[in-house]
């Protein structure tokens, strides 16, 4: 699908988006609302238009919403906007000195300035024969349809994967009637995401919603009947048996075009603190850039839709002469069987004490993050208030203490400094 304003093609001047999910998507939208008046071209390798991706594990498998209902816009709203759509379309190299890109029906096209927006794609499980009937994946609208699908068949599921993906969809496929169970080579679920406390409490939520466990394990082989799969043998010799399996093992950047192009790549393409790669013509942001933030304390590549729409707005700005860094609080969230959890901050990992404050039994709490005494990141689960604080918190650098945390008579946002 291509809409192209009249007398917009041989135009070399305005910015081509090589990405049409949520980071490029946003960047279109953005420049327009930030007034810029060039050109502006967005490229996806997808047929569908830009739609959102977090109601893939979640509403549109449980039926809640259709298709029709995760699209950002309409055909026209991209008419209206002097925004060319190329979908279904594969960026193939870029020549940079000419400034131009190669697609796959072999079009140039020129550009003023380039921006990767190509995201990430799923990991695949080593030696899985791929064409199985019922080994499943979740990253695209066709993924979701195929996974659906197969879900209204399904007379027990395995995932592969106990990462925020996979347990939204376990979630979902038992709240169905669905038998889950969920292979994890890490101790715990969300291992490399969330603190302790908050993977317990998930665990024993999500037992309670009757799905099962191995954790610390991998798999050994997918067992198959003719082209059909039939269960998982895991690297302890157990077999579970089923007739669905997705594979959730997290995700690889879509670096592969700019490394092409002789950009610096390191866990995604490498920009600076305004998004911008080394060549002046060219910048990335989303799932696929690996950029600096006080946050993570050095360089991190962030796979939310919260991450992807701030940087987008920021790009617009800066694309329109605005002169500052990118320094926005990361946040992400994962709606799991009615449960919502929402995390402040990147520096879990590094925390050397964790402070809780809420009813953990009750699934209404927030685990506190310190490293150094100093407060790093924090998870809440059900507790939307202390998630908006924290994102306040922790943009202002507000001298929190662990002692602040655990006196519950203690309101943490009076230790913001007042708004002069």
Known sequence: MLFVLKGHQMMDAGIVIIGAGQAGYQLAASLRDAGYTERVVLIGDEPDLPYQRPPLSKAFQSGQCEAEHLTFQHEAFYKDSSIEIMLGVRVLSVDREHRQIVTGDGRRLGYGHLVFATGARNRLLRGAETGLKGLLTLRTLHDARALR?????????VIVGAGFLGLEFAAVAAAGGVPVHVIEAGPNLMSRAVSAPVADAFRAHHESLGTTFTFNAGVQSIMSEGKRVTGVKTTQDQEHHADLVVVSIGVLPNVELAEAAG?????????????????????????CASFPSRFAFGRCRIESVQNAVDQARYLAQRFIGQNHTFEAVPWFWSDQGGVKLQIAGLGMSRADQIVLRGDQSALKFSAYGFANGHLVAVESVNRPGDHMAARRLLAANAPVTPAHVADAQIDLRSLLEPVA
């Open 149 to 157: 699908e197969a879900l209204q068949h399904a007379s027990r599921a």
């Open 263 to 287: 950009l610096e790549t390191a866990n995604g393409i490498v920009v600076d603190a305004t998004l911008a790669t080394s060549d002046p013509f060219i910048s990335a942001l989303g799932d």
